[in-house]
């Protein structure tokens, strides 16, 4: 299929873009906005985007609108914003804020897919940096993408507006971010608290499940905690033992238990714990793979989740009950996921889940009041994470030895945050290909149309029938020139008529002998070139499908400038 480019102005871009998806594409605030809520924050502005394909050149992405939606997209999540105070009297306090935000898109790649590309799958890349004009240096970096499927005759109408979705997109990844939230906290936020110091953990690579038809696959992730007090519940964040659960469960107990669903018992350290939001964290003493992936971004109010612990005991450990989220909280200055799930006392600090089995927050409390019923509370993970100063990494650096409360971190810049995988629109059909494959080699195998026998013979039979073809040739070609010779040698010579019937006779079965092996190697030949080959599961490196007819096209996605800086649109 035909590479076809898209050259787009940057100006016009975002400034179509911002009047046409003003209402319709800018996320919503998922946190209620609050004079306390933006106060704890460092004043922030935003500087500016700059666009730069393939890595050559520079080109800002700002004719005022572009920072503008920006400031009002960060004002909207709570953060303290200043500059652009009102464009009617040219009010803009920017010079006021201690920290710069900025970006640079750093991708913009487009692909059709499905039926006959009817529909185009785009991804965008940007590069933030977040600059500290007290220290006059970057403090913080960070890669997050956006991707989105869109009918590609949509796109061909309005491509600013994709755009433009994908910019708030990635804005909305980085605004997820606990090490992003932490950096931004006002210093004497900070100062008067004991800080750990900045680690990582091993980021879960379990992909999305469906619930509740893979309900077991979550459960195995899941623990009850025993105390001498009660019990709790708790998860695992990473595949080395990591686990996340509520300060209230383990606080002030002395051995801690954590049992598993596959009924191990296993030891449990806590490493880090924040009493004031009520989250810590804990290390079990063995390995245990299983963990739960976190949601790349909060979910809409009115969302099914389900949430997981051991109401009533450990009699009822593992229970799963169903709600939907009610909303969001800001109460006393610390957020949380409002939920009108059935939970109790041993529900505490087990995980609160969507549909795909990533977890949203860690449960924490409830109003346990008459004439109230449906009011329980769960600490969001991005901020659990944050407080106790722990993010996805590579590895996991966290121990107990680097978890000792201290004063100074020594925290070096700028802070490199774990970046966004890049989106691969082809992974869910590859996905698909390759359990189509291995359910058909299950069917074969069961059905018995496998045969091993098959996939042995064919190399031995192959070599077998080329020997026995090229020894019944040379048999055949000697027993006719050797019968040759001897007629012409006895005719010449006169030899008695009893030597040449001797040698006559050797020679014809020398001559039938070749012919018959000749004949045994065509069968051979024959029956090897109709034996099947022997079928190779998927998980071996079975099928893949070849590229062809049909299959969805590459479309790179550039922007280029025509002289009159107007909006070129290329053919799509």
């Known amino acids: 299929m035909n590479q076809h480019i898209i050259k787009i102005s940057s100006s016009l871009l975002f400034a179509v873009a911002l009047l046409a998806t003003s209402q319709s594409a800018i996320a919503q605030d998922l946190w209620n906005k609050t004079d306390g809520a933006s106060s704890k924050y460092e004043p922030m502005t935003f500087s500016k985007l700059i666009l730069k394909p393939d890595g050559q050149y520079d080109i800002t992405v700002d004719d005022g609108t572009v920072r503008l939606a920006i400031l009002d997209e960060l004002r909207n999540r709570g953060y303290n914003i200043v500059g652009v105070e009102n464009l009617l009297f040219d009010q803009d306090k920017s010079a006021e804020a201690s920290l710069l935000l900025g970006g640079v898109i750093t991708e913009i790649n487009c692909e059709r897919t499905g039926y006959r590309g009817r529909t185009t799958s785009c991804d965008m890349a940007i590069s933030w940096e977040l600059f500290d004009r007290k220290r006059d240096e970057v403090i913080y970096k960070v890669v997050t ?41 006002r210093r004497e936020e900070t100062a008067d608290k004991p800080q750990y110091s900045m680690e990582t953990f091993a980021t879960c690579k379990r992909g999305p499940v469906e619930i509740p038809a893979k309900m077991n696959d979550v459960l195995s992730a899941v623990i009850l905690i025993k105390t001498n007090a009660g019990v709790g519940s708790g998860f695992f964040i990473s595949p080395d033992g990591l686990a996340l659960t509520a300060a209230h469960v383990v606080e002030g107990q002395g051995a801690i238990e954590a049992k598993t669903h596959d009924g191990r018992s296993l030891g449990v350290t806590v490493l880090r714990i924040d009493r004031v939001h009520d989250i810590a964290l804990l290390k079990v003493n063995a390995q245990y793979n299983n963990c739960l992936p976190f949601v790349s971004e909060m979910p809409q109010p009115g969302t099914e989740l389900f949430a997981i612990g051991a109401p009533a005991g450990e009699d009822l450990a593992f229970s799963t009950s169903k709600g939907i989220v009610s909303g969001f909280r800001d109460l006393d200055g610390q957020k949380f996921v409002q939920t009108d799930a059935s939970l109790n006392a041993g529900n505490s600090g087990g995980p609160l889940l969507n549909k795909s089995g990533e977890a949203i927050a860690i449960v924490s409390w409830k109003i346990a009041l008459s004439g109230f019923e449906g009011l329980g509370f769960g600490v969001p993970v991005t901020q659990a994470t944050g407080r106790l100063a722990i993010s996805p990494g590579a590895v996991t650096t966290v121990t107990p030895d680097n978890s000792l409360i201290t004063q100074d971190t020594g925290q070096k810049y700028p802070i490199l945050d774990l970046a966004d995988r890049p989106y691969d629109p082809k992974a869910f059909e590859r996905a698909r290909v390759e359990a189509k494959t291995a359910a058909e080699a299950e069917e074969k195998r ?127």
Do not use: C
Request: net charge positive; no cysteine; hydrophobic share 40%.
């Open 145 to 185: 993408r956006k991707h989105e499927d869109v009918q590609t005759v949509e796109l061909r109408r309005k491509p600013k507006e994709l755009v433009f979705r994908l910019v708030v997109g990635a804005l909305a990844s980085l605004t997820s971010r606990p090490l992003f939230n932490q950096v931004l906290l």
């Open 446 to 572: 069961r059905k018995g149309e496998l045969r091993f026998f098959y996939g042995d013979i064919r190399t031995p039979l192959f070599v077998g029938s080329l020997v026995f073809i090229a020894g019944g040739a040379g048999a055949t070609i000697y027993s006719w020139s050797a019968y040759k010779t001897q007629k012409e040698k006895y005719l010449d010579e006169k030899l008695s008529f009893e030597g040449w019937e001797r040698d006559f006779n050797m020679l014809k079965w020398i001559n039938l002998g070749g012919w018959v092996a000749g004949g045994i190697g065509l069968v051979g030949l024959g029956v090897f070139m109709f034996t099947p080959k022997r079928f190779k599961p998927a998980a071996q490196g079975g099928v893949t499908p070849a590229k062809g007819a049909g299959e969805p096209g590459y479309v790179k996605v550039s922007f280029g400038f025509s002289g009159n800086g107007g909006f070129v649109r290329g053919r799509f």
